[in-house]
Every structure is written in structure tokens, then in C-alpha cells.
């Protein structure tokens, strides 16, 4: 498991200044945005990784995923276009 907050992309630009020194773990379903997203961050100097894999492999490797410290057992990819 991956400590720390779980933000969306809108969420962390409104206070991405409070994560400039801290490792930051980008992921989307199979790993394109979070790519671009993560080039971006380190671009303007942050330690920022997209996620091996994406979250299906993830989800895949039966790693844990967790809502509010409560386990999930599923997980249904959402696309906004």
C-alpha cells in the first residue's frame, strides 16, 4: 500500500505546493495520463512516478486498494471525455 493522501489531479493542483518535497505517485487506469502527468511534475521539479502497471495492474497483483480505510474488493474504471 501506498502511504499518504489519495487525491484526484484537480484536487492536488489546488495545493500541489504541499507536495513539492515529498515523492509523488501518479496513476490513471492503464497508465497514459499518469505518465504525462507525472513527466509534467518533474518538469517543474517535483519527485514524481507514474505507476507501474497502472491501477488494473495493480488491482491485478491483488494489491490492496482502499476507500477511507476500508479495503475494496473491486475496482470500476470511469472515463470522463
Not at 34 to 41: E, I, T
Not at 60 to 69: G, R, T
Request: proline share 5%; net charge positive; charged share 25%.
Amino acid at each position: 500500500m501506498l502511504p499518504g493522501p489519495v487525491l484526484t489531479k484537480e484536487e492536488f493542483e489546488q495545493k500541489q505546493e504541499e507536495f513539492m518535497h515529498h515523492k509523488v505517485v501518479c496513476y490513471c487506469t492503464i497508465g497514459m495520463r499518469s505518465g504525462l502527468f507525472a513527466k509534467r511534475l518533474r518538469e517543474q521539479g517535483f519527485s514524481a512516478y507514474n505507476l507501474d502497471g497502472s491501477i488494473l495492474g495493480w488491482t491485478h497483483h491483488n494489491y490492496p486498494l482502499l476507500e477511507k480505510d476500508r479495503r475494496l474488493s473491486w475496482l470500476m474504471p470511469i472515463s470522463k471525455r
